[in-house]
């Protein structure tokens, strides 16, 4: 079953797939086919990622690895010194920024694979999900912190916002505010352009996932679900 999904720039669809540690790749016009699949009962792949060459790059908690996959299906290990690699991001340079779960780290691996601890987190961080604004700050949720950290370009790290209960993806709006989902809490949580109080942003939810917003003036804000 598919756990993540992004789009590259040319309109395919990819998703990775824990259980049968796959990537798959699914035309526009809805043809799916096998990119890649990965050795090992527990070399699985999450939290894919794009750079501009069209490579995809996931995490592989349960083998503390990244992973390149080239357009043609060509896989190998990218960066090293991981704990418990979760997330990926991008900056505007072509670095990646890896958020380590297990180490409460997070890793900058530039585009040669050349990786270093970027920034080092409170111990019971412990930073799941990570995201970057427009400015090139990153941004974790901590998922047993219940707090999302701000890192600015510099490695400085501080607490953005603390949270009622545990913060899962992230995302932004054009305006600068920052949203966030509790699965735990079947919540969307909200926070404001600069940090502070958090605000609900819509209840009642079943086990929210992830959030995307859609291109729509409006600004129409969706939660997928599993």
Known sequence: APTSIVASSTGYIYTTNRTSRTITKITPAGSPSTLVTFSGSTNRPNAP???????IYTTHYDVANV??????????SFGSGYAGPNDLVFDASGNLYVADNDASVVHK???????SVFATLSPASYPRYI????????????NIANTISKITTGGATSTYATLASTPGNLVFDTAGNLYTVSTAAGVVYK???????????ASG??????????KTTSGTFTSNYI
């Open 49 to 55: 990622v794009f750079d501009t060459a069209g490579n």
């Open 67 to 76: 992973v390149k996959t080239t357009p043609a299906g060509s896989a190998s």
């Open 109 to 115: 691996v530039t585009s040669a694979g050349s990786a």
């Open 131 to 142: 995201a970057i604004d427009a400015t090139g700050n990153l941004y974790t949720s901590n």
């Open 191 to 201: 926070v404001p352009s600069g940090g502070g109080s958090s605000s609900t942003f």
């Open 205 to 214: 939810l079943t086990s929210p996932q992830d959030l995307v917003f859609d």
